[in-house]
């Protein structure tokens, strides 16, 4: 029998974290991974909110005990860029939100994974960053053997053959920390990129939104509220069939890389200021001659991934 996998996720939650959190705690009450911890950053909306709401979420989990760490509240060297023209004021429009029952643990996020890699058995825990990657660029800068315990490393960000989401070519979670994000690059740990190439295949369309709202169970109705107005801006500025379900995406590639298609590549974000802040420059053709660091997701089968995350939501209260 294979290992479960164990995961962390840094998130900035976000109307599509939220989807990858209860996609996990999902996947979690299934017994096919073992959820460790939220650590949090600033990046859709400001940390106060993140921080909150991913408290919020493993309350509507029933999953109180999840450790929850607050970390980073701007990026290492650049005013911090929000979102909530996307996900709302309080990052997670569509429904009411509550006063969370979850605590929130003393410790700050990037020690907390700093101490916990360091401690753990070599190659043993899966990262799944889907915000900037600024605590994680904390924790590698305050503990480099830390990367030690890392299994790999799943990151929702970057962007190559579609266009960028914040400027013409980058993503958002690059373009707000980028050299956070070259910090995580250049950590030697084993990296799986999930860019905008893939998390754009992988949006729910009408037909998919009906069958998240005919579930029974109150965590898919409520994931319906949020993505039903999560998806009005992409559609609108992108022409897309549906909200992208960008950071479900880093959730699945953990648990089922075989539904995806990846390029052994190198990458690199570009950390100056100006045209191409943030872009990620993907070596498609290995014309620089430099080391492959990443696998770069370019295809999803979004019917199985879809199925998946179905199964996921199904599992929770
Ligand atoms: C990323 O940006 C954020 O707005 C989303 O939550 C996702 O992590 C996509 O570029
Ligand atoms: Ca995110």
């Not at 650590?39 to 909110?49: I, K």
């Not at 960008?246 to 045209?275: M, N, Q, R, S």
Request: hydrophobic content about 45%; charged content about 20%; glycine content about 8%.
């Amino acid at each position: 029998m294979t290992d479960i996998p164990r995961l962390i996720i840094d998130t900035d939650p976000g109307q599509d974290d939220a989807a990858a959190i209860l996609m996990a705690l999902g996947w979690d009450a299934l017994g096919k991974i073992k959820l460790e911890a939220l650590t949090c950053v600033a990046g859709n909306v400001p940390l106060a909110y993140t921080a909150k709401n991913a408290r919020i979420i493993c309350d509507w989990a029933q999953r109180e005990n999840l450790p929850v760490y607050a970390g980073a509240d701007r990026p290492l060297l650049k005013p911090l860029i929000t979102a909530e023209e996307v996900h709302g004021k309080n990052g997670l429009d569509g429904v009411t939100l509550h006063e969370p029952r979850t605590p929130l643990q003393a410790q700050h996020a990037a020690l907390y994974l700093a101490e916990t890699l360091t401690a753990a058995a070599p190659h043993s825990i899966t990262l799944c960053p889907i915000g900037p990657l600024t605590n994680l660029a904390l924790a590698f800068s305050l503990a480099p053997h830390c990367v030690q315990g890392i299994k790999e490393i799943v990151i929702m960000g970057g962007t190559f053959f579609e266009p960028g989401n914040v400027t013409p070519n980058a993503d958002f979670n690059f373009f707000v920390d980028p050299i956070a994000a070259q910090i995580v690059l250049q950590s030697g740990a084993s990296i799986r990129i999930v860019p905008l190439d893939v998390t754009h295949q992988a949006c729910i369309t009408r037909e998919r939104m009906n069958r998240l709202r005919a579930l029974p169970n109150q965590n898919g109705t409520r994931l319906a509220d949020i993505l039903q107005s999560y998806e009005r801006f992409d559609i609108q500025k992108f022409g897309l069939d549906g909200g992208p379900l960008h950071d479900p995406c880093a959730i699945a590639y953990a648990l089922h890389p075989e539904w995806f298609t990846c390029k052994t590549v190198h990458v690199a974000v570009e950390t100056a200021t100006g045209l191409c802040e943030g872009a990620s420059a993907v070596d498609w053709h290995g014309t620089t001659g430099k080391t492959p660091n990443a696998e770069w997701a370019y295809r999803i089968d979004d019917e199985a991934f879809f199925d998946g995350f179905t199964e996921a939501v199904t599992a929770l209260p």
